[in-house]
């Protein structure tokens, strides 16, 4: 079993569509990052939270902490959000890392 | 351009060789973090340094070491490698010790093939 679990795997969505991407984790942490991964390869880090919510333009992030769950949102999306989307978690004990096995997200304009 | 600079971008080498990846963090940034991407395994946590000194350690192979150097440029030394070790190799860099104060910032991966 992953200590991270992301849903869903796959999503296409319409151009303005709101999107919700979803992270449960099972392990004790310190932060949890929203990362964005580019057909190209290249990786950017959204958010890192350790509790409640954050904002950058279109994206919002999600944590509760009592539930273990965190979610990424993206309103009215574009085509130039297509990416994969990983959920990633550092332990609480500082030595460990866990990465949910991403969410490929197409819009289509 | 992130700010962090990982040489080579592309290696191709055969198996029983060994490598090195180059990462210099981003200006200012005093940590240093090692990630495999494969294909099968997604992306997998490596080694932690900061300010020259191990800090974390994850799934990596006895076969790979890596260090951080005064300068605090890191090298991720790949040895015997095996067809399996073909991957995108990231490196980050922080501020902080613990990403808990702080976000980070990717390189753009060195694509290792092993033929």
């Known amino acids: 079993k992953n200590e991270v679990e992301q849903s869903p795997q796959n999503l296409t969505a319409q151009e303005g569509e709101f999107i919700t991407i979803n992270c449960s984790y099972s392990v004790g942490i310190s932060a949890l990052h929203w990362l964005q991964q580019h057909p190209g390869g290249g990786i950017v880090s959204l958010f890192m939270l350790s509790s409640g919510k954050k904002k950058h333009g279109r994206l919002i992030a999600t944590i509760n902490i009592q539930e273990k769950h965190s979610s990424l949102h993206i309103t009215a999306s574009h085509p130039r959000d297509s990416a994969v989307y990983i959920c990633a978690v550092r332990s609480d004990t500082g030595n460990q890392f866990y990465f949910g096995t991403g969410t490929s997200l197409t819009v289509i304009p | 351009d992130s700010g962090v600079t990982q040489t080579p971008k592309h290696l191709i080498t055969a198996t029983g060789q060994r490598v090195t990846l180059r990462c210099s963090p981003r200006?200012?940034?005093?940590?240093v973090y090692w990630y495999q991407q494969s294909l099968d395994q997604g992306l997998q946590f490596l080694i932690q340094y900061y300010n020259g000194e191990e800090r974390a350690k994850g799934n990596i192979l006895e076969r790979f070491s890596a260090q951080q150097f005064p300068d605090l440029h890191s090298e991720l030394n790949l040895s015997s490698l095996e067809l399996g070790d073909s991957a995108l190799y990231f490196c980050?860099?922080?501020?902080?010790?613990?990403?808990?104060?702080?976000?980070?910032?990717f390189g753009s991966g060195t694509r290792l093939t092993v033929v």
């Open positions: 980050a860099s922080s501020v902080a010790e613990h990403l808990a104060f702080g976000g980070y910032t």
């Open positions: 200006s200012g940034d005093l940590s």
